[in-house]
């Protein structure tokens, strides 16, 4: 059989005989302002990300992030503070409608409310208009979420005492000793180790691993007090006192 009489070709259905490029239809309501997702925009997204992540890796390789002291669970006095973009949040619980008994409005309630007002946003208007002011419920819903986060950031961080947050985490040197001596354990159960820490490191109150106050100066303190350490805080006996006392003289750091 000849080619062209009684037979044809049939090509593979999976390819088109005429290739079209790549271009969107043309909607009505932005005419010429259209492209293709891929490779167009995707590829501007992907080059953009590229130049924020090399931006970041030189920032954080240029000012690495500071560390602070070993976490300590038995110190009750270290008030720990989030990330700046969680600011907003830490500072709504600050608030006596949003703490206390009422921590679930804060902590669950309102930011809940808040980001499904921003989710639900798109289909509470779903009209063409792109410019903000022909578009009042988004818009509204948008603006009020921003300046709520600045105003509470801004709140947080002009109300925070930086300088003692730096002295709570600053790394401290921590003393060597035994943890089974006999004055170890009365340092323990005088719950010293609420402001002077589990290594002696220091916390609310002083270190106590680099003092150079002798073992007589500290049963002083220890009975009268100074600065911030009221008199009386030590229930102990006079010999238990001599024994704290001797057993921090001579601890080395």
């Not at 170890?184 to 010293?192: F, V």
């Not at 609420?194 to 290594?199: I, R």
Request: proline residues 8%; negative net charge.
């Amino acid at each position: 059989m000849h080619r062209g009489k009684g037979m044809k070709f049939v090509g593979d259905s999976r390819v088109p005989v005429n290739r079209k490029p790549n271009i969107p239809k043309d909607y009505s309501e932005y005419p010429g302002k259209t492209e293709a997702f891929w490779p167009n925009f995707l590829l501007k997204e992907w080059l953009v990300g590229s130049v924020f992540l090399i931006g970041y890796l030189i920032l954080t390789v240029a000012h690495p992030s500071p560390l602070e002291r070993q976490a300590d669970p038995t110190d009750t006095g270290y008030i720990p503070l989030p990330d700046w973009y969680f600011l907003f949040l830490y500072q709504l619980l600050k608030y006596e409608f949003a703490s206390g008994p009422y921590n679930v409005i804060g902590a669950i309630i309102i930011p809940g409310l808040a980001f499904g007002a921003l989710l639900l946003a798109p289909f509470l208007d779903k009209g063409p208009e792109r410019r903000p002011f022909k578009r009042p419920l988004p818009t509204a819903f948008m603006l009020l979420a921003l300046a709520s986060m600045i105003f509470l950031t801004w709140e947080s961080v002009v109300n925070h005492d930086w300088e003692a947050a730096k002295a709570q985490g600053e790394i401290r040197e921590e003393a060597q000793f035994d943890t089974e001596a006999e004055g170890y354990k009365i340092y323990s159960e005088a719950s010293c180790i609420g402001c002077h820490g589990n290594a002696f490191e220091g916390g609310i109150g002083p270190s106590l691993a680099t003092t150079d106050k002798t073992a007589e100066e500290i049963m002083e303190i220890a009975k009268n007090g100074v600065g911030t350490m009221p008199a009386g805080t030590f229930k102990g006996t006079d010999e238990e006192l001599k024994e704290l006392a001797t057993f921090i003289d001579e601890l080395t750091p």
